[in-house]
């Protein structure tokens, strides 16, 4: 058994997991569902594509754990797939602070409609994306663990599905927030913290 690929396919599993547990909790509470399922036409296109590419990361580190994929002899090449393991873990302890920190302003899509507080302090004191920046890492670290083509590809296409997404609700945000969000984001990084 390939302990790093485990752990990533545990990361990417759980991560997406929690992601349906909490649309769900949220929808319980506020009595609105949070965007699981887009309002509008690209964010629907968007998530049919995006679906299968979490699937296949999800189901490519399970394959690579558990199918005759034995870590390699090299002590370094280990070290790196260990290095992307904890990468992947990382990222989905620090996505669980970031959610707990939007608490019921948490959305996964845009909602045109709908207009929610501009949150702004934990981890979004730094960065304005930074549930989708640990997104990044968690895909690259399954790489890393999952040296596969296939997984490239996986996760290439993950990458850029999260940059339109931020791109998307950026617009969307300064549609509804206006000045106060140009201020923000002229003082924050995209994913990761803008260093003064």
């Given at each position: 058994?390939?302990?790093?690929?485990?752990?990533?396919?545990?990361?990417?599993?759980?991560?997406?997991?929690?992601?349906?547990?909490?649309?769900?909790?949220?929808?319980?509470?506020?009595?609105?569902?949070?965007?699981?399922?887009?309002?509008?036409?690209?964010?629907?296109?968007?998530?049919?594509?995006?679906?299968?590419?979490?699937?296949?990361?999800?189901?490519?580190?399970?394959?690579?754990?558990?199918?005759?994929?034995?870590?390699?002899?090299?002590?370094?090449?280990?070290?790196?797939?260990?290095?992307g393991a904890l990468l992947s873990l990382s990222a989905l302890a620090l996505t669980f602070y970031c959610w707990k920190e939007m608490g019921t302003y948490w959305r996964m899509g845009i909602n045109p409609k709908e207009k929610t507080p501009l949150v702004?302090?934990?981890?979004?004191?730094?960065?304005?994306?930074?549930?989708?920046?640990?997104?990044?890492?968690?895909?690259?670290?399954?790489?890393?663990?999952?040296?596969?083509?296939?997984?490239?590809?996986?996760?290439?296409?993950?990458?850029?599905?999260?940059?339109?997404?931020?791109?998307?609700?950026?617009?969307?945000?300064?549609?509804?927030?206006?000045?106060?969000?140009?201020?923000?984001?002229?003082?924050?990084?995209?994913?990761?913290?803008?260093?003064?």
């Open positions: 058994m390939n302990l790093p690929a485990v752990l990533v396919a545990i990361a990417n599993t759980v991560y997406w997991l929690a992601v349906t547990v909490k649309a769900v909790r949220l929808t319980q509470q506020t009595g609105h569902q949070p965007n699981i399922i887009p309002r509008e036409a690209l964010g629907f296109i968007l998530r049919i594509i995006w679906l299968p590419v979490v699937l296949a990361m999800m189901l490519l580190s399970w394959r690579y754990a558990l199918i005759s994929h034995p870590l390699p002899a090299a002590f370094s090449r280990q070290l790196i797939a260990y290095g702004t302090t934990g981890p979004f004191r730094y960065s304005a994306h930074p549930i989708y920046g640990l997104s990044m890492l968690l895909a690259i670290g399954s790489v890393i663990a999952v040296p596969t083509a296939a997984m490239l590809t996986a996760v290439c296409l993950q990458l850029i599905l999260l940059y339109q997404e931020a791109r998307r609700e950026e617009k969307d945000l300064l549609r509804k927030h206006g000045e106060a969000y140009l201020v923000y984001q002229s003082n924050v990084g995209r994913f990761i913290p803008r260093w003064q």
